[in-house]
C-alpha cells in the first residue's frame, strides 16, 4: 500500500504550521510538526546541562520518545506542548539542529513516525512540515511546498497576534529574532533552509490562510489518497 507524502518547508513564522494542518485534516493525513521535534529534543538537552559529545547527543536522540497526540506533542510521556513555545527553547532548538548526529537521528525518527502511524492505517499519508523535509527527510515526497513571506510581513503577522495576546511587546525586537533564526536556519552547513528543485513556491505576502489552501490543494493529486 502506499501513502501520500507532501512537504512542507518554510522559513521561521511563515504560518507553516496552520498550513500543514489543515492541509493533513482535509487529506486525512498525519500532520507532523518536526519542528516541534527539535524542540522537545532541546528540552531534554537543556535539562541535562547541553552536553556536546556526539556519544552524548546520539544518546539523547535516541532515547527520548517524541509523539503527538490530539494537537499535543509528547516527549518522554510529558505534555510538552506549551513548555516548547518559550524563547528559551527556540534557541537551544535552533543550537541542536545544527549537530550532525541529532539531524541522523531526527531524519530516521520522522520517517519512522511517519511508516508507524500511516501503516496503522488510520491516515492516508503524511503532511510534514519544517527547514528539510522535501530536501532531506523526503526527497521523494509526492508533493513539494516551499511558503514564503518577507521578514517584515512575518514579523507584522506575529506582532498582531501578541499584540492580540495582550503580550507586551516590540516589533524591531520581533523582526531581527526573526531574520537572525532566517540567518542560520538558511546558512548551517547541514540541511540548510531551501526550496527543493522540484517545489512549488508559495508567497502568502497578500494571501490568506483560505486562499494559500485552496492554492495547495489544487496541485495536489488526490488519487493517491483514495487509490
Ligand atoms: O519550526 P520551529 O521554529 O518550531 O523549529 C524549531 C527549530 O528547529 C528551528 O531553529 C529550526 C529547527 N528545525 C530544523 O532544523 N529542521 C526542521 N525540519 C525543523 C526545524
Known amino acids: 500500500m502506499s501513502f501520500i507524502i507532501i512537504a512542507i ?15 493533513a485534516a482535509e487529506l486525512s493525513c498525519v500532520y507532523v510538526d518536526t519542528g516541534a521535534m527539535f ?7 537543556g535539562k541535562q546541562g547541553c552536553p ?11 532515547q527520548t520518545r517524541i509523539y503527538f497526540e ?12 506549551d513548555e516548547i ?16 548526529s541529532i539531524r541522523e537521528v531526527m531524519k530516521k525518527k520522522q520517517r519512522a513516525l511517519v511508516k508507524e502511524e500511516c501503516e496503522a492505517g488510520n491516515y492516508k499519508g503524511a503532511v510534514l512540515e519544517g527547514r528539510d523535509i522535501g530536501t532531506v527527510v523526503f526527497p521523494s515526497a509526492d508533493h513539494k511546498f516551499y511558503i514564503d513571506a518577507s521578514p517584515e510581513i512575518r514579523a507584522e503577522r506575529r506582532y498582531l497576534q501578541l499584540r492580540e495576546q495582550n503580550v507586551n511587546t516590540n516589533f524591531q525586537e520581533i523582526l531581527s529574532a526573526l531574520l ?11 540541511a540548510p533552509l531551501r526550496a527543493a528543485e522540484d517545489a512549488i513556491i508559495v508567497d502568502t505576502g497578500n ?19 483514495y487509490a
Do not use: Y
Not at 18 to 23: E, H, N
Not at 39 to 45: E, F, H, K
Not at 85 to 100: M, N, Q, V
Open 70 to 81: 490530539a494537537s499535543k506533542t509528547f516527549c518522554d510521556e510529558v505534555d510538552v506542548t
Open 52 to 62: 556536546e559529545s556526539d556519544l552524548s547527543l546520539k544518546k539523547l536522540g535516541e
Open 207 to 225: 494571501m490568506n490562510i483560505d486562499e494559500v489552501m485552496q492554492h495547495l490543494l489544487e496541485s495536489v493529486d488526490r488519487t493517491k489518497i
Open 9 to 23: 518547508d518554510g522559513p521561521s513564522g511563515v504560518g507553516k504550521s496552520t498550513i500543514a494542518r489543515k492541509l
Open 180 to 190: 537572525e533564526r532566517d540567518h542560520q536556519d538558511k546558512n548551517r552547513s547541514l
Open 85 to 100: 513555545r518559550s524563547e528559551d527553547i527556540s534557541s537551544l532548538a535552533s543550537k541542536i539542529s545544527l549537530f550532525p
Open 39 to 45: 524542540r522537545c529534543l532541546a528540552l531534554s538537552w
